[in-house]
């Protein structure tokens, strides 16, 4: 129950997060942004992970899961800009949120227990998200549906990945003292992949605060996942983190008015049902 409790709480903090993106990535870009909100929320997290973080005790490892973490999450995170910017939320949604099935079967064949009923769970989850993304939003227009598709399925599989590295790492070492190099990593990626592609990387100051909350609430979401690592049946908080794009779709409803039929709010109850059952 503690592992789908994490894995909401990193949901929520994300669905906000996503709602920012929307906004932020059109007049920031997409490199600049990703790279100032993995930037701004280490920064954040840094005094709790060195006053807190165990870094002696952590085996060679634990430190090699967190530093592949990285470079996953930041092929996703750069996925999940790249296609909120492009396409909107139910064209991006269903396939990003599908990565829970990576997940399971990571968790399966690991040698976890893994029953039926789970399994038909996550299958709830992820219909209930795509239901809820493809009847909310407006399309992408045609030219750009393609590429809104490539960098939706680069960023799910990126997530599912990431995650279960990351609570690989954790179930290893301290918490605290893994978000360092995981997070290290997918900075020096995201600025290398940018450097690259000789893409701007410095975001306007007007935009520093919001980027700064946005950094916050990506490290405190991260931090949930990964820490699940910690506790019985991992897997749970990355299927339940997956609802992100359902929680930017309520958020959407509640905070910008945007109108949600009968049938939707249904799948959204039916979705956190489903969750719920994986406590069971």
């Known amino acids: 129950m503690i592992s789908l409790s ?36 280490t920064l954040v997290i840094t005094p709790f992970a060195v006053g807190f973080g165990n870094f002696a005790d952590a085996p060679l ?6 530093i592949t973490a990285g470079v996953f999450y930041a092929i996703a995170g ?15 949604a269903p396939i990003i949120g599908a990565y829970p099935i990576l997940s399971m079967t990571w968790a399966a064949t690991s040698g976890g227990a893994v029953e039926p009923l789970h399994w038909l769970a996550v299958i709830v989850v992820i219909a209930g998200v795509g239901y809820i993304a493809i009847t909310s939003d407006a ?3 045609d030219g750009s549906k393609g590429w809104a598709i490539f960098w939706s399925m680069m960023s799910g599989p990126g997530f599912a990945i990431a995650f279960a590295l990351s609570q690989e790492a954790t179930a290893l070492a301290d918490e605290w003292a ?3 190099p995981m997070r290290g990593t997918a900075i020096v990626a995201i600025l290398g992949i940018a450097l690259v592609m000789r893409a701007p990387i410095l975001p306007r100051w007007g935009a520093v605060w919001i980027l700064a909350i946005m950094g916050s609430l990506d490290a405190l979401a991260l931090g949930a996942v990964s820490g699940a690592g910690n506790f019985a049946n991992p897997e749970f908080a990355a299927v339940a983190a997956s609802t992100f ?10 905070f910008l008015h945007e109108q949600m039929r009968g ?3 249904i799948a959204v109850v039916v979705v956190f049902a489903a969750i719920g059952t994986l406590g069971l």
Not at 78 to 92: F, M, N, T
């Open 6 to 41: 994490l894995g909401l709480f990193a949901a929520f903090f994300w669905a906000v997060h996503d709602l920012c993106v929307r906004k932020v990535s059109a007049s920031v870009g997409v490199f600049s942004s990703l790279i100032a909100v993995l930037v701004l929320g």
């Open 61 to 66: 490892l634990a430190y090699r899961y967190a």
């Open 78 to 92: 750069l996925g999940l800009y790249k296609a909120l910017s492009i396409g909107p939320v139910r064209l991006a």
């Open 139 to 141: 399309g992408a227009s």
């Open 178 to 180: 893994m978000m360092l």
């Open 245 to 254: 794009g359902l929680i930017t779709v309520v958020l959407a409803a509640i």
């Open 263 to 265: 049938a939707q709010w």
